[in-house]
């Protein structure tokens, strides 16, 4: 297979940065070379080191001044929420009954589902998000059109069948046996297919009886190394309930460590309202708090403490997420400019080199996948994101002030979207400029 050799500025990250002067948590190299060979890539370095190591029949694309980073992952979105997205509700309990249930419900067709899966991988692609971590629908047909797409365009998904069997319309509800079958069935089926990964889906507490969280351990038990997925304090008033349905829990996080649910490979959406009990028993757990900024502030949710919850004598391992269809854009980088100011307003800072590294290799550590996704180490996959800061007349011109890095890459997240991502790459192939390219 020829092998392709990419130019261009490059920016990775060795581990979470503590501060703006922090140059050795990551390489930058301004002339930089790529060289990729069947998905993977095999080196990375100056730009004139790796021309004269390339074969003579690699491919060479340029793409300078642009910047090269790993490709942003997405750790909590619901793929039938596509056209739940910018639906007026007072909350999320409202928002959910109105509108999320009855979309929900056209999942069971097939057509339906199947259509609704490309437009979302080109949403993600579009955006330069590469890996996502994914709700499916309560039926086992939408996350068998979720895995066959994602393994059609050859991408790093981790995904699962929603299991509840409370709490919601007659349509979207399974049985507690039923989702440990059906369940069982999706990981036989579809993890380690390709590029797939299935997670074990409880809704959320709301939504699935203890004979339902009980299938959930059955099932955590049976498959230990697969992501956990579910809510937790997201709404006051969500919390309520809960735990209203759950008496003999001390708190919402109980009740998931009672069906044993918590652990390294747990992603909890939200986690907005936790007490220090919940946040203690997160970081023993080594569990992960999915902070998703557009979609708290969308609902009204409340603001994500995630300095404090960092910072703490037991700190909570943090991702961040989109949470389409709560959250209002499928773009990483308006994410992190959402996530930015709901930490100015609780007087804290979040500088733009813990964004992206937040985006790329720490998602990567929370999803316990940086081995493969999340930097540009040799023999990393290579899924690719390329970044144009000018992409706009507002942004170009602000780009002629522009003089470190830094100050480059926060432009992109305040005023970044769609059009600064020049090109994404799965498994080393463009894919955002073959968009509309595809059979269909």
Same mark, same amino acid.
């Given at each position: 297979?020829?092998?392709?050799?990419?130019?261009?500025?490059?920016?990775?990250?060795?581990?979470?940065?503590?501060?703006?002067?922090?140059?050795?948590?990551?390489?930058?190299?301004?002339?930089?070379?790529?060289?990729?060979?069947?998905?993977?890539?095999?080196?990375?370095?100056?730009?004139?080191?790796?021309?004269?190591?390339?074969?003579?029949?690699?491919?060479?694309?340029?793409?300078?001044?642009?910047?090269?980073?790993?490709?942003?992952?997405?750790?909590?979105?619901?793929?039938?929420?596509?056209?739940?997205?910018?639906?007026?509700?007072?909350?999320?309990? #409202?928002?959910?009954?109105?509108?999320?249930?009855?979309?929900?419900?056209?999942?069971?067709?097939?057509?339906?589902?199947?259509?609704?899966?490309?437009?979302?991988?080109?949403?993600?692609?579009?955006?330069?998000?590469?890996?996502?971590?994914?709700?499916?629908?309560?039926?086992?047909?939408?996350?068998?059109?979720?895995?066959?797409?994602?393994?059609?365009?050859?991408?790093?998904?981790?995904?699962?069948?929603?299991?509840?069997?409370?709490?919601?319309?007659?349509?979207?509800?399974?049985?507690?046996?039923?989702?440990?079958?059906?369940?069982?069935?999706?990981?036989?089926?579809?993890?380690?297919?390709?590029?797939?990964?299935?997670?074990?889906?409880?809704?959320?507490?709301?939504?699935?009886?203890?004979?339902?969280?009980?299938?959930?351990?059955?099932?955590?038990?049976?498959?230990?190394?697969?992501?956990?997925?579910?809510?937790?304090?997201?709404?006051?008033?969500?919390?309520?309930?809960?735990?209203?349905?759950?008496?003999?829990?001390?708190?919402?996080?109980?009740?998931?460590?009672?069906?044993?649910?918590?652990?390294?490979?747990?992603?909890?959406?939200?986690?907005?309202?936790?007490?220090?009990? #919940?946040?203690?028993?997160?970081?023993?757990?080594?569990?992960?708090?999915?902070?998703?900024?557009?979609?708290?502030?969308?609902?009204?949710?409340?603001?994500?403490?995630?300095?404090?919850?960092?910072?703490?004598?037991?700190?909570?391992?943090?991702?961040?997420?989109?949470?389409?269809?709560?959250?209002?854009?499928?773009?990483?980088?308006?994410?992190?400019? #959402?996530?930015?100011?709901?930490?100015?307003?609780?007087?804290?800072?979040?500088?733009?080199?813990?964004?992206?590294?937040?985006?790329?290799?720490?998602?990567?550590?929370?999803?316990?996948?940086?081995?493969?996704?999340?930097?540009?180490?040799?023999?990393?996959?290579?899924?690719?994101?390329?970044?144009?800061?000018?992409?706009?007349?507002?942004?170009?011109?602000?780009?002629?002030?522009?003089?470190?890095?830094? #100050?480059?890459?926060?432009?992109?997240?305040?005023?970044?979207?769609?059009?600064?991502?020049?090109?994404?790459?799965?498994?080393?192939?463009?894919?955002?400029?073959?968009?509309?390219?595809?059979?269909?």
């Amino acid at each position: 297979m020829t092998m392709t050799l990419l130019r261009g500025r490059l920016l990775s990250f060795k581990r979470a940065p503590e501060s703006l002067s922090d140059t050795a948590s990551y390489a930058y190299i301004e002339d930089g070379g790529l060289l990729i060979d069947d998905g993977k890539i095999v080196a990375t370095g100056d730009y004139t080191d790796l021309k004269a190591a390339a074969p003579a029949d690699a491919i060479e694309i340029d793409h300078r001044p642009h910047l090269i980073l790993p490709g942003f992952i997405d750790t909590h979105l619901h793929f039938p929420q596509m056209q739940v997205i910018g639906s007026y509700a007072a909350n999320l309990l #409202e928002w959910l009954n109105t509108y999320t249930f009855p979309e929900e419900c056209r999942f069971v067709e097939s057509a339906h589902t199947e259509r609704i899966a490309k437009h979302f991988f080109d949403e993600l692609i579009r955006h330069g998000t590469t890996t996502a971590v994914a709700y499916c629908s309560v039926h086992k047909a939408s996350a068998d059109a979720f895995f066959a797409e994602s393994l059609r365009r050859n991408l790093c998904m981790v995904a699962g069948k929603v299991m509840m069997d409370r709490n919601a319309p007659q349509g979207l509800l399974d049985t507690p046996q039923m989702g440990y079958d059906e369940t069982r069935q999706i990981i036989a089926e579809w993890h380690g297919k390709g590029r797939n990964h299935v997670a074990i889906t409880p809704r959320f507490a709301i939504t699935s009886t203890p004979a339902q969280m009980e299938a959930a351990q059955a099932l955590a038990r049976e498959f230990p190394d697969l992501h956990i997925q579910t809510h937790l304090s997201e709404n006051t008033d969500e919390i309520d309930y809960t735990c209203s349905l759950y008496p003999e829990a001390i708190d919402y996080t109980d009740i998931y460590a009672r069906y044993g649910l918590l652990g390294r490979k747990t992603l909890l959406g939200h986690a907005i309202h936790l007490s220090e009990r #919940e946040a203690d028993a997160l970081s023993d757990a080594g569990s992960v708090a999915v902070h998703c900024p557009t979609s708290n502030l969308f609902l009204g949710s409340g603001l994500f403490p995630m300095k404090k919850l960092m910072r703490r004598e037991k700190p909570v391992r943090i991702a961040v997420a989109t949470d389409i269809g709560g959250g209002s854009s499928y773009s990483m980088l308006r994410t992190m400019d #959402e996530a930015y100011k709901i930490q100015q307003l609780q007087g804290e800072r979040l500088n733009p080199l813990e964004s992206f590294y937040l985006m790329t290799r720490g998602n990567a550590e929370a999803l316990a996948l940086d081995a493969r996704i999340g930097t540009l180490a040799p023999g990393s996959d290579a899924d690719l994101v390329v970044l144009d800061a000018a992409a706009t007349p507002a942004m170009a011109l602000k780009m002629e002030v522009v003089k470190t890095l830094a #100050e480059e890459l926060f432009l992109l997240q305040t005023m970044g979207d769609d059009r600064a991502i020049a090109e994404t790459y799965v498994a080393g192939k463009a894919a955002k400029s073959m968009l509309g390219k595809q059979e269909r």
